[in-house]
């Protein structure tokens, strides 16, 4: 496996093996992996013959209070993890080398990147799609994975791609999960052992949005009712937000008949947690 921390011979790389014929698969990370990121560079390896994992913990996309200097940095440790999945490429740049002294561009997607988790961390979605802008011209990937949890940054990206012409598919990952339904995260890591059984509340909260649905309620409303109902029980939850929303827009929607995203955020001790489910079409 080769590790590669400029973006010149990443750039020289991607050449090369364009040249050879390889297909390349991205998986874009800010490293800490987990089982949910090597689902990931599974399904990136099952589309393409060669797959770039990029280890780079964005400033841009914390806010001042938010724990870019604590955020897990286990480089070592995750590159052992991705040679033992035959990643051939890392791409490992420091941050001077992605946002050299006078960078002033970036990238901002208009209209998606205030929503959800947009608005409680405003300036979080300008700092995912312009450094993810930057690694895709970097990369020059034939496909990129992402995974489902981050529901948010996937409709953003989606739009990103599309109004700026990329020529690459995003492919969606589904959520990986714990045994017992907590969604994997780097930030899992932070929580005590009482925060992450209280954390467990919000995979209830969306199985029983689910199960109502299911059921045949298709009102938002009382979707989201039953759900606060559910988040209530757990009083060491600081809930941010629980949403049905348009899975592209992002905009809250009055039924699910035409299918929805039902998206919660909310903080356990000082460990901010997402999660979310796909409300299939009626």
Request: net charge negative.
């Amino acid at each position: 496996m080769r590790i590669i921390r400029d973006i010149h011979e990443m750039q020289a790389a991607s050449r090369a093996a364009r040249v050879q014929g390889a297909a390349i698969g991205f998986v874009p990370t800010m490293g800490a992996l987990h089982e949910g990121h090597l689902s990931l560079v599974r399904l990136a390896r099952a589309e393409v013959n060669l797959v770039v994992v990029s280890i780079f913990v964005n400033p841009l996309q914390f806010g001042p209070a938010e724990d870019f200097n604590q955020y897990p940095r286990t480089l070592e440790a995750d590159c052992a993890r991705l040679e033992k999945e035959g990643v051939e490429i890392v791409f490992a740049p420091s941050t001077a080398e992605m946002y050299p002294a006078g960078a002033t561009t970036v990238v901002h997607v208009e209209g998606l990147s205030d929503k959800l988790d947009g608005r409680s961390r405003p300036g979080h979605f300008r700092g995912v799609s312009t450094v993810v802008a930057k690694l895709f011209h970097i990369v020059q990937p034939d496909y990129a994975v992402f995974g489902q949890k981050d529901a948010a940054q996937v409709a953003v990206l989606r739009r990103m791609v599309r109004d700026l012409n990329m020529d690459l598919e995003l492919i969606v990952a589904p959520i990986a999960r714990e045994a017992d339904g907590l969604a994997l995260s780097s930030r899992n890591v932070y929580l005590t052992a009482d925060e992450r059984r209280q954390a467990l509340v919000l995979h209830r909260a969306l199985l029983a949005v689910e199960a109502a649905a299911n059921a045949g309620v298709s009102c938002a409303e009382k979707l989201r009712a039953t759900a606060l109902a559910v988040l209530a029980s757990e009083p060491a939850a600081k809930l941010d937000y629980f949403e049905i929303v348009d899975p592209d827009t992002l905009d809250p929607v009055e039924d699910i008949t035409q299918g929805a995203l039902a998206a919660v955020a909310a903080s356990f001790g000082s460990t901010r947690l997402i999660d979310n489910l796909l409300l299939a079409r009626k």
